[in-house]
């Protein structure tokens, strides 16, 4: 499943106007095809062209991508 998606900015505005965060909205059919619900933990995992989004299952967290 592809969907593109928009980073909409997100949060309090610092002295010059400019955001520093964003979000993005995830409909609970994406989440339960990646085997998410609302309200789970999820690790974010920053590459330099990637930013991966992995439920926060301790025992089955894959370190490389």
């Known amino acids: 499943m592809v969907r593109k998606k928009k ?23 994406e989440l339960a095809v990646a085997g998410m619900e609302i309200g789970d933990e999820v690790f974010v995992r920053v590459r330099e062209d990637k930013i991966i989004i992995q439920k926060a299952d301790q025992d089955e967290v894959e370190h490389e991508f």
Request: charged share 30%; hydrophobic share 20%; no cysteine.
């Open 7 to 29: 980073l909409s900015p997100s949060g309090a505005k610092d002295e010059d106007g400019e955001y520093h965060n964003v979000h993005i909205n995830i409909h609970e059919d």
